[in-house]
């Protein structure tokens, strides 16, 4: 039973670029939240997506986006970088509505220049 | 607003011996949800443990239980029998029990950074 994955591992982009980081949910899950983790610090919530639809959103301004797609998939995307957006960004998925139980993938970790 | 507190940046133990990291919560629902999770140097986020607010038990999994204080808001985890493969930064968080979509988010501490002294 494949768990949560994501891709890429890491990766560096530079001040002004932007970055599409991709989440794939366990098997059978169907609603994906993203988190970043700054270092050193705890997770904070960017998003959360059930139906292809941003269901709910944390205090990101609106260089954050995302996507959901019909397999359940998600993108996360993040314009006009700035260094602060460096962090662990994290995927997490569940299954249904209010289930409280997420299974997070291993993260991608984003370095800006 | 709800807010986790972590106040113990890092925790040593000797292995095999006994650890308990603390936690506290500010919030004022009465239906919520309290998890721990481990962060090993893999970074991938592990589920220890949870605790439903209702239930006045606390909850055990095999070396890990939780002392649950729902009127000093209070949540500690108690690690027995401490193991290397235990160290990690862990975090606790919350989770509010209201079911409606808006609400589903978790919020964090800061995290507990747990060495085992070998």
């Known amino acids: 039973d494949a768990g949560v994955t994501q891709s890429p591992t890491h990766l560096i982009k530079t001040r002004g670029q932007q970055v599409t980081l991709r989440c794939s949910p366990k098997?059978?899950?169907?609603?994906v939240s993203w988190y970043q983790q700054a270092l050193g610090q705890g997770p904070q919530f960017i998003f959360q997506y059930y139906e292809e639809e941003e269901r709910q959103r944390g205090n990101f301004p609106d260089r954050f986006s995302g996507h959901q797609f019909p397999n359940y998939s998600s993108e996360l995307n993040v314009n006009a970088l700035l260094l602060g957006d460096s962090a662990l960004y994290l995927c997490?998925?569940?299954?249904?509505?209010?289930?409280?139980?997420?299974?997070f993938g291993p993260g991608t970790r984003l370095t800006v220049t | 607003a709800q807010t986790v507190t972590q106040s113990q940046p890092e925790m040593s133990v000797q292995e095999a011996e006994t650890v308990t990291l603390s936690c506290t919560y500010d919030t004022s629902e009465s239906d919520y949800y309290l998890f721990w999770y481990k962060q090993p140097p893999s970074r991938q986020m592990i589920l220890v443990i949870r605790q439903e607010a209702y239930k006045q038990q606390n909850a055990t999994e095999n070396r890990f239980s939780v002392n649950f204080q729902k009127a000093a808001k209070s949540f500690s985890l108690k690690i027995s029998d401490s193991q290397l493969g235990d160290a990690a930064m862990y975090f606790c968080a919350y989770r509010s029990a209201k079911g409606y979509w808006g609400n589903y988010q978790l919020i964090w501490g800061a995290g507990t950074k747990l060495i085992i002294k070998p």
């Open positions: 997490a998925s569940s299954k249904g509505q209010g289930t409280y139980e997420q299974y």
């Open positions: 098997s059978g899950h169907d609603t």
